[in-house]
């Protein structure tokens, strides 16, 4: 199975920029994936294939990377950012990083 | 719009079954994989399960190959896991999704998902 791992939190101020990383075990190329869930909710799709903004999501959110180091940027972040970010791989079955905290200062 | 809602969670004995359904609306069921993903409380995603288009391939992780099994009914727009032999790490929330073809398992819609919970 390729693990990802993610720092577990993060603490940031509104109008901060945030990076949340995820490195794979293996390479997975660009098939890389983010997701958003806030407490008590379904995740929901940020970005896909490591960089391509999901319909309806902001542009503050950006992501990049390739092979096995990825990132998730926030610019600026904004109060209701407070979520858990997960990355999800699809090059071999499914699997999820253990997710990244983000709270606001 | 796409839909998915799933039922059939609860409270059920370790060594005992359940079995899970989503229904499926606003896009041509037939023609999309389908995906069971859990959240155990407090923690992580982990995927589940996977089925084609027909119901003929599936897959499964190591946790739970052998003890749930996978299936769908696209006359219903329906899709079931199976959970036999269920253990107390089997609790959590269970949701169905669907993925974007064109971009590989990407999990563009969720359910809100059922919980299952696994306790004497």
């Known amino acids: 199975d390729t693990v990802l791992t993610q720092s577990p939190a993060l603490a940031v101020s509104p109008g901060e920029r945030v990076t949340i990383s995820c490195r794979a075990s293996e390479s997975v190329s660009t098939l890389m994936h983010w997701y958003q869930q806030k407490p008590g909710q379904q995740p929901t799709l940020l970005i896909y294939l490591a960089s391509n903004l999901e319909s309806g999501v902001p542009a503050r959110f950006s992501g990049s990377g390739s092979g096995t180091d990825f990132t998730l940027t926030i610019d600026p972040v904004e109060a209701d950012d407070t979520a858990t970010y997960y990355c999800?791989?699809?090059?071999?079955?499914?699997?999820f990083g253990a997710g990244t905290k983000l709270e606001l200062k | 719009e796409v839909q998915l809602v799933e039922t059939g969670g609860g409270l059920v004995q370790p060594g005992r079954s359940l079995k899970l359904s989503c229904v499926a609306s606003g896009f041509t069921f037939s023609s999309y994989w389908m995906y069971w993903i859990r959240q155990a409380p407090g923690k992580g995603l982990e995927w589940v399960s996977s089925i084609n288009t027909d119901g003929g391939s599936t897959y499964y992780p190591d946790s739970v190959k052998g003890r749930f099994t996978i299936s769908r009914d696209n006359a219903e727009n329906t899709v079931y896991l199976q959970m036999n032999s269920l253990r107390s790490e089997d609790t959590a929330t269970y949701y169905c999704?669907?993925?974007?073809?064109?971009?590989?398992?990407?999990?563009?819609?969720w359910g809100q998902g059922t919980l299952v919970t696994v306790s004497s």
């Open positions: 999704a669907k993925d974007r073809p064109t971009e590989g398992i990407v999990f563009a819609y």
């Open positions: 999800q791989q699809s090059w071999n079955d499914p699997t």
